[in-house]
């Protein structure tokens, strides 16, 4: 329902967003798509040369490869159950009739405004250090042994510090959801006789969909490229029990120093995150009448 | 000035023709009533004189010049919308003066038009306030000041009553009545409902799915329903509308008889029994089964003492029959 | 809700909901409490919840070590000008796309979110190569640049959203009141939404000083915000805690603060369409 000009007006205005994103994507993508097929190490400059598919036949012939692209899966994985499961239930306990609820929206927030690399160090020196840490004085006041989080535990222990620095994006998103709810629907099903479960799972979290799939759709976003938290913590290891696809393409480019690998890498991780994306978006974008 | 005509004009949203071809002169002064049931084109016809819509086909001309594609702001007309769309943000003072400032006045010609536009819909008292502070009426007074101040060529209204309760509906009715009556300026005005229509118009013109069934004065709509379209829409409550032999009887297709020209008699052509009852009061309304087993509505007094069950027999008024032929329009 | 409920299930879920409140909270209120311990207390065991002999020493000895002040200006510069330029772009788009739909909007509102997908460590050197070709390497306009691409995408679909829900009439009026396109955003669409851009501004004024890769990727000293002022003080592996804890604290004070002050806005703000 609009005006010819007003189309005119509205290709004009979104113009700059997608031209901007436009090279911001591609242009990076080229050159990282140029360098995959192409012999280049910070280490040997002079040897250069095409070199056909063997950066990529390097990743799969990798058995830390397949590690990694399941470490990557896990941790998305592991991060959006954890957040959404807990999500809810902290949602549902806060909106219940409780003292001093905007205080508590203070405290259950902070972790959001926690930068990543402060987030993980936090975890893995007050907390998951195996002599200083808190866990461990704990474990010993009960005269256990301390738990080694991040050296036998690796991957759970940063699906752990990932989660929480995510939990309050999905408790506030799914609150603000769970409060738009009508208290009228809710009674209406109790004089129907629904007890509490069946109001949950008949009126409660249906009316969350919405807002479960914006918590999925924008968690994973951020998931998929999760870099720092690893780098700062596990560095990967022990050996590559914690790397995940974007840390093992830093290592190539970094420690390796080889560009041509890493680029492979990225190209591979590109590729996966469009099949995420693609099943993402058919799966749940219809759920976002957008 | 405000002499609005449209040739052939045509809107099409992709394959659909939701306008196929519409030929309308509004003179100028005269207050225009388009109605319809919903989804007959009305809205859209409206916006497409406005320019919020581009014609597909045809012509717009306003004071003898083309606006077929002026945008909405150089057409020099003002537009009071079903929900106001008053800015939420601005008091009432600077809503009303907000074309002003768009079109450049100085902030005294401003204040000067504001006060007086608020002195003529009783808003004084409300200029400071937010439209969220206002009742419904109140804002639709905002919305038509708005309008007003720009001394337009022609008003647009659509459907502006249609979010107020039914008192308030007919004291705005009135007041929109007595603004046209003061500013004699074009009025084009779109409404779902008949009685809108038949209170307000000089002129109705009555859309069913994107044609133009009929234009006239509301008697004449009232007197001589072009189509079986227009008898039916017009009127309340609606035309009678008899089939088969009866309708045979007066070489028609069909006829019409309005629920007020039916007299309760002694013994009349038309025999049934009385079903549900209406009492208004000044008036009461029966649904009365005929033997044939058509089922019409026949306005009787206000003290009638007939019951659900009754017998009746009535007599409808020979010259107010309506007579349609087979393809719906009127038999002269 | 405004449902019967006995005081005594009230004091329990309340109980219940401070205790889950605090878990969540506690390793930040921890970081801030070691911050004010000397180092021996910091690792005491058992743990101290705050000696006697608490001190300010740690946040006096990171300041005096480090130039805070430069990469406190830096993180507001870059975070908040980045949010700043991607506002002025996304507006226009966010306009577009909520007032002039087409068949491709969503399409293309997916597109952009899709970018956002591609893992930044893939692209790391092609783009660290091209901002050292265009100089824009430790400056803090590249930084600017980078975030806002970034975060666009996001702002894009929170406009997006804030706008839909404005009724199309109100800027139909506008045009039909004589303002142009120009006007017709700037005097009648930004002030209706800007409680939702207030929220975007917060959200991505957040997200812009807590990205820790690019910033760390694209600068070294002159241009380097706060994450990467912290990323130097985590080195030393299970050492100076209670220095650590200050610096850390130091790098997130200012926007956990912000936060608290505007954590009704941004918290209505985050519903990304999933409230109506």
């Not at chain 1, 997608?18 to 080229?30: K, R, S």
């Not at chain 1, 972790?111 to 987030?119: E, H, I, L, R, T």
Request: with cysteine; charged share 15%.
């Amino acid at each position: 329902m609009s005006t010819q000009s007003s189309r005119l007006a509205a290709r004009v205005m979104v113009a700059p967003s997608v031209v901007l994103l436009f090279i911001w994507m591609a242009v990076p993508l080229a050159m990282t798509l140029y360098y995959s097929f192409r012999l280049y190490r910070l280490l040997s400059p002079d040897r250069t040369g095409w070199v056909g598919f063997t950066n990529y036949l390097w990743f799969f012939n990798s058995p830390d490869f397949w590690l990694a692209l399941w470490n990557t899966l896990a941790l998305v994985g592991g991060v959006l159950v954890i957040t959404v499961v807990l999500g809810i239930l902290i949602a549902l306990l806060i909106d219940q009739p409780v003292k001093g609820q905007g205080m508590l929206r203070i405290l259950v927030i902070a972790p959001f405004f926690v930068m990543p690399p402060v987030a993980a160090s936090i975890w893995e020196n007050l907390f998951m250090h195996p002599q200083n840490g808190l866990f461990a004085a704990i474990a010993r006041g009960f005269g256990a042994q301390p738990i080694l989080f991040l050296e036998e535990y690796p991957l759970l222990s940063v699906i752990g510090i990932v989660s929480w620095e995510w939990l309050p994006f999905a408790a506030l998103i799914l609150l603000t959801s769970l409060q738009s709810l009508s208290s009228e629907q809710l009674e209406a099903a109790e004089m129907d006789g629904a007890s509490a479960l069946s109001r949950l799972r008949y009126i409660i979290l249906p009316h969350m969909t919405r807002a479960i799939t914006v918590v999925i759709l924008i968690q994973t976003i951020f998931l998929l490229g999760i870099f720092g938290e690893i780098f700062t913590t596990t560095q990967g290891g022990p050996g590559s029990a914690s790397t995940t696809l974007p840390y093992m393409i830093f290592k190539q480019a970094i420690a390796a120093k080889d560009i041509g690998r890493a680029a492979a890498g990225g190209i591979i991780a590109v590729i996966l995150a469009n099949i995420v994306a693609y099943f993402l978006m058919r799966g749940i974008g219809r759920h976002l009448d957008a | 000035m405000g002499k609005i005509t449209l040739k052939h004009v045509n809107k099409s949203f992709g394959e659909v023709a939701v306008i196929p071809d519409i030929n309308l002169t509004i003179e100028d002064g005269e207050f225009v009533v388009f109605v319809g049931p919903s989804g007959c084109g009305k809205s859209t016809l409206l916006r497409l004189i406005a320019g919020l819509e581009d014609v597909t086909a045809g012509q717009i001309d306003i004071d003898g010049l083309d606006a077929t594609y002026l945008p909405p702001a150089k057409r020099g007309l003002a537009m009071v919308f079903q929900s106001y769309a008053l800015y939420p943000h601005m008091t009432v003072r600077k809503n009303i003066a907000f074309p002003l400032k768009m079109a450049g006045l100085s902030e005294e010609e401003q204040e000067k038009k504001v006060q007086n536009a608020a002195r003529i819909l009783n808003l004084t008292n409300y200029l400071d306030r937010r439209p969220g502070q206002l009742s419904g009426g109140q804002r639709q007074r905002v919305a038509i000041g708005r309008a007003i101040v720009r001394e337009p060529a022609a008003f647009l209204f659509d459907e502006p009553l249609s979010n107020l309760d039914a008192a308030l509906r007919v004291s705005m009715r009135q007041e929109i009545t007595e603004l046209h009556q003061t500013l004699k300026t074009t009025m084009i005005y779109v409404t779902h409902d008949q009685v809108e229509a038949m209170t307000m118009a000089d002129k109705i013109v009555v859309l069913n799915a994107g044609n133009i069934e009929q234009v006239g004065s509301p008697l004449e709509l009232y007197h001589r329903p072009a189509n079986l379209f227009v008898a039916g829409f017009i009127g309340s409550p609606k035309m009678n509308l008899v089939q088969g032999a009866v309708a045979a009887a007066q070489g028609a297709d069909t006829i019409g008889v309005r629920p007020e020209h039916l007299d309760i008699v002694e013994s009349g052509s038309w025999h049934g029994v009385v079903g549900l009852t209406e009492h208004l009061g000044s008036d009461t309304f029966l649904k009365v089964v005929l033997d044939t087993g058509d089922t019409i509505t026949v306005r009787a007094d206000g003290e009638v003492g007939l019951r659900h069950g009754d017998r009746i027999s009535l007599a409808p008024r020979p010259d107010r029959i309506h007579r349609f032929g087979a393809d719906g329009k009127a038999l002269a | 809700m405004a449902r019967a409920t006995s005081p005594r299930r009230k004091t329990l879920t309340t109980i219940a909901a401070w205790s889950v409140a605090l878990i969540i909270f506690f390793p930040v209120l921890w970081m801030i409490l070691t911050s004010f311990k000397t180092e021996a207390s910091a690792v005491a065991s058992p743990p101290e919840l705050l000696g006697a002999d608490w001190t300010l020493e740690n946040y006096a000895d990171v300041w005096s070590r480090s130039d805070y002040p430069r990469f406190f200006w830096n993180s507001v510069v870059i975070s908040l000008g980045s949010t700043l330029l991607g506002l002025a772009i996304a507006i226009p788009a966010a306009w577009a796309m909520a007032f002039v739909p087409g068949r491709r909007t969503k399409d293309l509102l997916m597109w952009m979110l899709s970018t956002k997908m591609m893992p930044a460590v893939a692209v790391m050197i092609p783009l660290y190569l091209l901002f050292l070709q265009l100089g824009l390497i430790d400056t803090r306009i590249g930084l600017v640049l980078a975030l806002m691409l970034m975060n666009l995408p996001i702002i894009v679909w929170m406009l997006y959203t804030y706008f839909k829900e404005i009724p199309g009439e109100i800027l139909e009026a506008a045009r039909m009141d004589g303002a142009g396109l120009i006007k017709e955003i700037l005097y009648v669409l930004t002030p209706i939404a800007l409680p939702g851009i207030a929220s975007t501004l917060l959200l991505n004024v957040i997200l812009a000083w807590n990205e820790a890769f690019w910033t760390i990727v694209l600068t070294t000293t002159k241009a380097a915000p706060l994450s990467a002022f912290i990323a130097s003080f985590s080195a030393p592996q299970g050492l100076f805690y209670a220095k650590l804890s200050a610096a850390s604290t130091m790098a997130i004070a200012p926007i956990l603060i912000l936060g608290w002050f505007s954590q009704k806005q941004l918290v209505r703000g985050l519903t990304f369409g999933a409230v109506k």
